[in-house]
């Protein structure tokens, strides 16, 4: 029998309570597949990847066009799938806690809530009261919900090219003391710092963000206390590298070179047409 969306949340959490784990972040249904025919535990939306698949920059997305691909999402596989909920597409606590409750619908197993503006002037970061109350409406919807997704509280101070430490884990520490289950600070990268948010959130989860090549591995990073690595748009980003790389060649030199590596069709068709494949 397929899973319920209970029980992948159940598994969700579980996940959370040992170990380490990649969340790989797909940008559509098929990615989605693919990647949960790899044998990966879980999947986490990707913000940038959906918007480019969509002709559009990050961060200009709809919220309905979002809540549309979540659901797009967690009907592909029967894995948990966290989502990348940005600042949770409303300007007030309130509109907070009504964007949760239509992701809470859409079945997916957590969601994660910035304390970014969104905004291209003045500071890119909200006061840490404003920030804190938006993450304390996300958890009473969640709570009011009766369900088990879990909440994740992310600083995006190193995201936005502040990278205060100091500042990074006095919100996060805030943000666990206001209800969320895992911690988030995309872009730090020293095993000082990784080591500092571990300390400071513990016995609460970390999620690591690795987006590009790093000279940490698996096993360093677990040993680091973090819990779970999600990749953010990076897949999306090295498919559309191949993409531009090959139409970069095609339009500017008339030459097909840059098809070499390309995934088999004959793979990728066998593959979706394998078991648990959509029937017309």
Same mark, same amino acid.
């Given at each position: ?29 098929? +990615? ?14 990707? +913000? ?13 997305? +709809? ?218």
């Amino acid at each position: 029998m397929p899973k319920t969306v209970e029980q992948r949340r159940a598994d969700f959490r579980a996940l959370h309570q040992r170990g380490c784990f990649v969340i790989p972040n797909p940008w559509d249904v098929g +990615s989605a597949r693919l990647l949960a025919g790899m044998g990966f535990k879980a999947l986490a939306s990707t +913000s940038s990847g959906f918007a480019w698949s969509q002709g559009a920059a990050d961060y200009r997305m +709809s919220r309905e066009a979002v809540i549309e691909h979540l659901r797009l999402l967690v009907d592909a596989t029967e894995l948990p799938v966290n989502a990348d909920f940005e600042s949770g597409y409303a300007d007030t606590p309130e509109g907070v806690a009504r964007s949760v409750r239509m992701a809470i619908d859409t079945g997916v197993a957590g969601l994660s809530i910035e304390d970014s503006t969104g905004l291209d002037h003045g500071d890119p970061i909200r006061p840490l009261d404003e920030a804190v109350a938006r993450l304390r409406a996300a958890r009473r919807a969640i709570d009011e919900s009766g369900s088990d997704v879990m909440l994740i509280g992310r600083c995006e101070n190193f995201w936005l090219g502040k990278p205060e430490l100091e500042d990074t884990v006095r919100r996060l520490k805030a943000y666990s003391e206001a209800g969320a289950d895992c911690l988030y600070a995309p872009l730090i990268r020293t095993e000082a710092d990784i080591k500092a948010v571990v300390q400071a959130v513990a016995p609460k989860p970390v999620n690591l963000l690795v987006s590009g090549e790093s000279p940490l591995t698996m096993q360093q990073i677990a040993a680091l206390g973090v819990r779970r690595v999600s990749v953010g748009g990076a897949l999306a980003r090295v498919a559309w590298g191949g993409f531009l790389r090959a139409a970069r060649m095609l339009a500017n030199e008339g030459r097909f070179d840059g098809f070499a590596g390309a995934a088999p069709g004959k793979e990728l068709n066998a593959f979706f047409e394998g078991p648990g494949a959509p029937k017309a």
